[in-house]
């Protein structure tokens, strides 16, 4: 399949593994972009620049593959080494970088000026044409159903990629919801040049996290999610778990005065206790809704070849048969 977006990263096959935290190590960034995807390193899971640079490293003895680095630019009150890690990438000869969480303006000249190419997630078509206005290569549209965060809009993607394909010029891959054949052949109708996945890379061979958090997404069905810290404007999706339940209680007491402080044990410091040592009620954690249509724990060879597989049944003779 040739899209806008293989073209663009030079890859086989219009499928990105989206940036997770303490989930997107090398050992799945290269697995993905063995089988032909574009696997991301998580840039901010790596503590400093350096760390970061090794991973680089690391991934590249695993690949000969084009791979990519996630930056998310959070609000924080020890803003992370941001240029630092955006060095790291550049001297790495990484040629894609993901950006999330807020304009990356600021990044560009830098990463253009070194012939990196940008793919920017956002959650509304505003965000996504300013991504366009300012630069970026292309968008990830990541819709309401996504894994981590949704943003404020609570759009779907079925009205918000075809709204994004109105309005963009720069080529765009569907994120959210995102699990196979279907999801590619849908997105691509629905005028996205690809697709993006997280939870679904989470339940790979690969993916090096505790078994627990597979096993946990295999039981899981799409009822199984829900939304934290909205009170905060910082909107999460996540499996529900004890952890969650209690941010919840604490979100229906405490209303408009919640903060930050209030549900810190159930959010600080949970990823490496839930992806490295397999606590699942450590606290939250992002989880998509597509968890409901996840069965199994294939390869990301296999995934990703049964995805185009199916993708190419499903238009050559299933949509090919309904025509007359
Ligand atoms: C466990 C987990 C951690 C994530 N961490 C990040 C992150 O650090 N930065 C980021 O930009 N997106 C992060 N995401 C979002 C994914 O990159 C992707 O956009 C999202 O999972 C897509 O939705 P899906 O889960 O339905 O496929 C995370 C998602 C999950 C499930």
């Not at 080494?81 to 990484?94: E, H, K, L, R, S």
């Not at 010029?169 to 196979?180: H, L, T």
């Not at 606590?279 to 968890?291: E, H, I, P, Q």
């Not at 995805?307 to 309904?322: N, S």
């Amino acid at each position: 399949m040739k899209t806008r977006i293989t073209e663009l990263f030079g890859i086989e096959h219009p499928i990105i593994q989206g940036g997770m935290h303490y989930v997107g190590f090398a050992e799945l960034a290269a697995a993905v972009s063995n089988a032909g995807g574009l696997g991301i390193i998580t840039g901010l899971t790596q503590k400093s620049p350096q760390k970061l640079a090794s991973e680089i490293a690391r991934c590249r003895t695993m690949t000969s593959k084009p791979f990519g680095v996630n930056l998310t630019f959070l609000p924080s009150l020890t803003p992370p080494d941001f240029p630092g890690y955006v060095q790291a990438i550049i001297d790495g000869g990484v040629k894609v970088v993901e950006t999330a969480g807020n304009n990356p303006q600021k990044w560009l000249p830098a990463l253009k000026a070194h012939g990196i190419k940008v793919i920017h997630k956002c959650t509304s078509v505003r965000h996504s044409l300013k991504a366009e206005a300012i630069g970026c290569d292309a968008v990830s549209v990541d819709g309401f159903e996504c894994g981590g965060h949704p943003g404020e809009d609570d759009i779907p993607n079925f009205i918000l990629l075809p709204r994004a394909a109105e309005e963009l010029k720069i080529p765009f891959v569907a994120s959210g919801g995102m699990a196979d054949g279907r999801s590619l052949v849908a997105a691509l109708a629905l005028g996205a040049e690809g697709i993006n996945m997280g939870t679904r890379f989470i339940a790979t061979k690969e993916a090096p996290v505790h078994d627990n958090v597979k096993q946990a997404l295999l039981k899981a069905t799409e009822l199984d999610t829900r939304l934290v810290m909205r009170p905060l404007r910082n909107t999460e999706r996540v499996l529900v778990n004890a952890a969650v339940e209690r941010i919840l209680e604490k979100e229906r007491t405490l209303g408009a005065n919640l903060k930050f402080e209030d549900i810190i044990k159930e959010v600080g410091g949970v990823y490496p206790r839930v992806m490295i040592d397999g606590d699942m009620d450590a606290g939250a954690w992002s989880c998509g809704m597509v968890a409901g249509l996840i069965h199994d724990i294939p390869s990301c060879k296999e995934l990703i070849d049964r995805i185009m597989r199916e993708a190419d049944t499903l238009i050559t003779k299933r949509l090919a048969g309904f025509m007359r």
